[in-house]
């Protein structure tokens, strides 16, 4: 039996071209028409052509791989970002590996550690509470807050605490309690100055850090968020929906309803967010946007660094767009019970 010829050859000979005109057609390098381009392509894909992946890194000197960090993948807000930064980087012909940082500094730099220490050509970081990213010998985007100096690309997190507060302050709420998980968190941070903009100086608010609080459980210490509710809070405005569910939670289990006699709203519009009973009014990041700038903006670098001496390894991709964010009304959210506008005095 003749044995069958490589792919390569195979697509040279059908075609009527050289093995070097097909290689530079499907790398995308060389002068090669885009008629004859096209059909290489097609060709390839009949024959189910699969580029060696090792033999690719051998010409280009790159892995075509790159790596995500992620802050803590037991949040269901990560997944649903590792998804979109794995369709965006497949559009421009990347893998993702994936590190998580479980929520420790020490951890973060291990995971970058280990992803550059297998070879991919850049990395999106998306920081730890305001830990800054370092040392890297990558090109490097970073997803984190406007607030964050140099970071390539955000949700403008402070815009939406604003939108939040002027809707609460729009249904009557003036006695709201924040409900925010780490003061060292720059995001967290935003959406809580955002929201005291929203609300106004006419409003009493609250700050209650959850830090160190296992928010995810329904079992645990108690947020005593009853006791707010007694001394005549209307609203708590949860810095995400993993608190504001603990919060519902809690309050359902103390005979408190939402939204009759307290508003409850999150951040983040996970996907259980609008399912949840009551449906939850939550701010939605745009994240199929932010991957598509973060992976655009990481994948120029790395093109730039292959093609000059003086390269930018190392270097934080300083973009800086801030992506706003969309307020989505649903059911855990309305105006103040006309019997708390009346009666109340003053937050604790």
Not at 72 to 92: C, G, H, M, V, Y
């Amino acid at each position: 039996m003749t044995p069958e010829k490589p792919k390569l050859a195979r697509i040279a000979e059908t075609l009527g071209v050289s093995i070097a005109s097909v290689s530079n057609a499907l790398s995308g390098k060389g002068r090669v028409s885009p008629e004859l381009a096209q059909r290489i392509r097609t060709l390839a894909d009949e024959l189910g052509y699969v580029p060696s992946v090792a033999g690719r890194a051998l010409r280009t000197g790159r892995s075509g791989v790159l790596g995500l960090v992620l802050p803590d993948i037991a949040n269901p807000l990560f997944p649903q970002i590792a998804q979109a930064i794995e369709r965006a980087a497949s559009t421009k012909g990347y893998g993702v590996l994936i590190g998580d940082s479980r929520g420790e500094t020490e951890a973060q730099a291990d995971a970058i550690a280990r992803l550059t220490e297998r070879g991919v050509d850049g990395l999106v970081v998306i920081p730890r509470r305001g830990t800054s990213v370092t040392g890297v010998n990558c090109p490097v985007a970073v997803i984190d807050s406007p607030s964050t100096p140099g970071n390539t690309v955000a949700a403008d997190h402070l815009d939406g605490g604003r939108q939040m507060g002027a809707h609460l302050a729009a249904l009557g709420h003036r006695q709201v309690v924040i409900l925010a998980g780490s003061p060292l968190s720059n995001v967290q941070a935003d959406r809580v100055a955002g929201l005291k903009q929203g609300l106004g100086a006419q409003a009493v608010v609250d700050v209650v850090w959850l830090d160190g609080l296992d928010t995810r459980s329904e079992s645990g210490t108690s947020l005593g968020l009853g006791a707010w509710v007694a001394e005549g809070t209307t609203a708590f405005a949860a810095l995400s929906d993993l608190i504001a569910l603990r919060a519902l939670t809690e309050l359902q289990g103390a005979g408190i309803t939402v939204p009759d006699q307290v508003t409850v709203t999150g951040f983040d519009d996970l996907i259980w967010s609008s399912v949840v009973t009551p449906p939850l009014t939550t701010m939605r990041m745009d994240i199929v946007q932010i991957a598509a700038i973060a992976i655009g903006s990481l994948t120029q670098a790395i093109a730039a660094t292959s093609r000059t001496v003086t390269s930018a390894f190392g270097t934080i991709v300083s973009e800086q767009p801030n992506v706003p964010m969309t307020l989505v009304v649903r059911q855990s959210c309305g105006p103040v019970p006309t019997r708390r506008q009346a009666s109340s005095t003053g937050g604790r």
